[in-house]
């Protein structure tokens, strides 16, 4: 943020003779601007006295006010140091202040009359300003103008709040402005923080890096109760630029703003400490600091002390260097001796070279060793990775060979179901044509017997017809007819009895039907109900199960899994890498409803252990017999290697997203093993089916598992990569889990599966009551059947009883006469009755070869479907059998697998050994060819000469040369680098103190010629001070003088009112009014200012003391002395309003109330 140049302001206040700006030094430590000061000393003119003050006179109390004052001299204090002696010279260039203000009177007249209208600067303006809870004002905002401002208001209303804060905000100390202690006790009681903000033009060819800041800057100053404090300078739109103080400070000291000089902002106590009770030693230092006087003479006071350091440290310094030359000279001489030694140590060099190339020589066939191994171990490598390659196409070939075998295990199974249909088919068909040809056997029994018993018949009816033609003879009467009519009634119900017994007797078979499927259906409801029993008391099982397991990991695993679990911790000294296991206790379920699904997916792999070398797996293996487990652990050997898992789209859930594995083994050696990533989850059959088959194959899916009502779970997959594969997975329902998952909520998720279970035991049950209610039913309407058939049977006896009770009273009434006819009736019924009886026993007969024909085929086909049944199943066992051998077989190929990619580690492990080794020793032969070659260019060695025998060689020379060294007392390169030492140490004395004393001559030579520079500076600007002083008293036709006093360190002024008075020597301040002492200051005040350069001036409640009069003289004169100083901004405060003496208002005069 340092400006690249310094800003140039045009001085308009430039006189022939004396040109004075203001004065400061680089050797100050304030950031202030370089002085400008041109001084043009050809005056030869000298004063023979000069006007002195004595302090008792100006500190005298007097109440009368025209006592006159008499000159007095008195002795000056003598200088006390050096310093002092040369700055002030005897005073010497003090001896010619008439001449001077003379000089200083033309000049003065001169600026008057070229002087032109008064215009504002294009930069170091301050354009306004803004505090916030700063003081007792919440927000005060101020726009001032580039010149003449008078700030105007009452008590409190926050015109010295406007001086504080730019003293404060442009890098001001709090003490300066005698408004409190520190920043914080400015701070508006009941707020904790204050912003002050100040915005000043920055405009012109003398811009502070327009670029940055444009055509204004802010300048903001932030400060809180708890002593935090901070500035930012702004661009002018607002941008932040920096937060340094350094960069604050740069502006300040580019554009000249001494707000810490107590002569650019008079606040209010210094103001009327200056104009009422000022003793002339206080004017004084308010003079020296204001036209930095003050600071000039520390800064060249520091700067003598400087030259005189230099100086004593030059004297101290002399014998050093004659040490140095005698050391020079001896070291010298200790060289010249031990130069004799050249031709041992030149040997010793030969000699040494050619030690150092024989090294390289040794580390060449060194490095030629390593290489070979190094070639070995590679072609190792390639040749175990060539290995590999064919393990990696045997596991290749054993897994397709293996989904092969699954994939055709799933089709065995899937045609062995419909034949498991075909036989029951059968099996019904043929048990209905066994029941067929029993029922028919029976009708065939019984018929046979009707026909026996008919023919039995026949034969007794042709004996009576026989019988009783011969007894024939007459005829009946009239009474046997009736009985003949009410005979063939009785017949008649007789045949209607036994029809109504026929149709109750074939109605009963349909009964028994109804029954027999009534029952069957009870069964059916039983069943049903004993299931959902048997599967409530299974949750309930796994419900006390999880319970009674919840602090048991190993309840799944076998009995002994603890007792192998104690054995390798408290043998893990004996493997490489401590065994991974069991598998399911570094697997957490994220979802149970999943649990028994993934438990029978995954099976024995989660009882399974994982090592990471051939070893370990061996010495695990014999763990695991000697504690007996005989269920089968698989002890798999994973790697370190990363995988990337091909998985499908984020939305759906597959096995390895619905679990968390806390080892990187065990997750890469399940989706290795089983394809975790790719096997999704969907609680739905219907979405699984159609997600699986109803549209494009799904990315990255091997295959998917769907929930069931039963102990299974579906699959869906493919067979050959396209075919449909559904299968099932039995699940174990009453074996505690394996994996580790939350087990509350485990038990909420049978619970409320349990809870689902209730409403379908109930439904079993009620379906259960109206089965046997069905049955009752039908048990009823049998028995009632019976009972009816009884009554009918009944019935049919009365009626036959009847017709025999009719046919005894007919042959009775007739003893011969019908009976023949009746005979042959009954001979022609019972005939009819053989014939149908025959008949029906050959349709029966007939009947009967076909029902046992059609057995006979339904018994050929049901043996034919369980021959077809057998072959199936013993199909499916084979291919079970391959399924199991290739498993084996795949787990074999990927454990050799997996055992050749550790072997590749190792060996890539020896190849990296050897290449380290082999690159150690190229570095080392880099190393020694390098030092080598620092020693000298290649050389040969001499062929029977080894690196041993050239360093035994070495060692004699170097001890003969040690020992002549001994005597001399140091190595010859320690004496030659002794000897440039210390040749070098001369001449870098030399050339220092050389340096030195040119620069003590630069430095005093400055040094006088700013002496010389300040004492013109302090000569020119005393009389310029002195003749603006008498010109502004002029303004009121006051006749006065100024006298300052550099010798006793006083100034202070003498006044006269009044111009009629004739004596030359004036009034005290102390006896003036109080308006005219407070003109009479503020004259001293604007001739002050006059001899300043600041571009800011500031003067708080100049006129608190002065009359209506004297306040309308003051702020014209101010106004006027403004005008002259052109481009210099003004910031009068007031608590009066302005009166005449600002009544004529102009541009450049602002007023602000």
Known sequence: MSPIHKRSRPDVEDDEDIIVTHASSSLRQENHKKVRLSVYSNSTHKSKTARQRSP???????????????????????????????????????????????????????????????????????????????????????????????????????????????????????????????????????TDQAVLIIRMKNEGRDAYQPDVFGRSFIIERHFTRGGGSGYKLKSDSGRTISTKRGDIDDIIEYYQLQVDNPMTVLNQDAAKAFIQNSTPAQKYKFFVEGVQLEALDNDYRLLSEICDQINE?????????????????????????????????????????EFAWAQVEDRERDLAAKETDLKAAKDNVLAQEMKAAEKGEAFDHAEQQLERWQEQETQTQEELLPINKEEETARAAH??????????????NEIKLTVHDTDKKVIGYEADVAAEIGLLQAASDGAQALKIAEMETAKVAVTEAKAALNQHSDASPRLEEDRKQAFTELTHKESLLQLRQNDIKSVQGRIEGLRRNRGDPMAGHDPKMPQLLRMINSNTHKFHEKPIGPLGTHIKLLKPIWGLTIEAVLGGFLSSFIVTSPSDQRTLAAMVHSTGIKSGISIMIGNHHPITPQEPEEHFDTILRVLEIDNELVKRQLIIGCAIEQIVLIENRQEAYHMMYKGPKPRNVKGSYATMDTDASIKYGWTGGKNQDVGYTKLNKDRPARMKSDVDHQIAHQQSILTGMEPEKEAAQNHLQEARLALRKCDQIIAWHKKNYQSLKINLQRAETRVETLDQEIEQSRPEDGKLEGLKSNLAEAKQDLSIAQEAYGSVVLELERVNATATDRKRDLDAVKLRLLDQEQKLEKIQNKVRNGTQVRTIALREKNLNIEIIKDVEAAAARAEKKRDHYAAQLAEHIEGASQICPRIPVPENMTSNSLEAQYAALKKQISLSERKQGATDDEVFAAEKQAEADLIAAKSQREQHEDLAALLRRSYKQRMVMFRRFQRYISARSRMNFQYFLSSRAFRGKLMIDHKTKLLDVDVEPDETTKSSKGRKAKTLSGGEKSFSSICLLLALWEAMGAPMRCLDEYDVFMDDVNRDISTEMLISAARKATGRQFILITPKALGSGAANKAADVKIIK
Request: hydrophobic share 30%.
């Open 313 to 353: 440290k030059l004297q101290d310094t002399v014998g050093d260097l004659e040490t140095l030359k005698d050391n020079w000279k001896k070291a010298r001489e200790r060289a010249k001796i031990a130069r004799e030694h050249d031709g041992l140590r030149a040997k010793a060099k030969h000699i040494r070279k």
């Open 56 to 190: 008792s006179t100006s500190s005298s109390d007097s109440d009368d006010e025209d006592e006159v004052v008499p000159d007095a001299e008195g002795d000056a204090p003598m200088p006390c140091t050096q310093y002092e002696i040369d700055r002030d010279a005897g005073w010497r260039h003090l001896e010619h202040a008439a001449e001077d203000d003379r000089r200083a009177t033309q000049a003065l007249m001169k600026r008057a009359k070229r002087l032109g209208d008064n215009r504002p600067s294009d930069n170091s303006i301050v354009e306004e300003i803004t505090c916030v809870n700063f003081m007792c004002h919440e927000r005060l905002h101020v726009e001032l103008g580039p010149l003449i401002n008078f700030v105007v208001g009452h008590n409190g209303s926050g015109k010295s709040a406007v001086l504080t804060a730019i003293t404060l905000c442009l890098g001001g100390k709090v003490s300066s402005t005698n408004r409190g202690a520190s920043m914080k006790s400015l701070i508006k009681t009941g």
């Open 431 to 444: 048990d209905a044509a066994k029941k067929g040809v029993e029922k028919i056997r029976a009708e065939r």
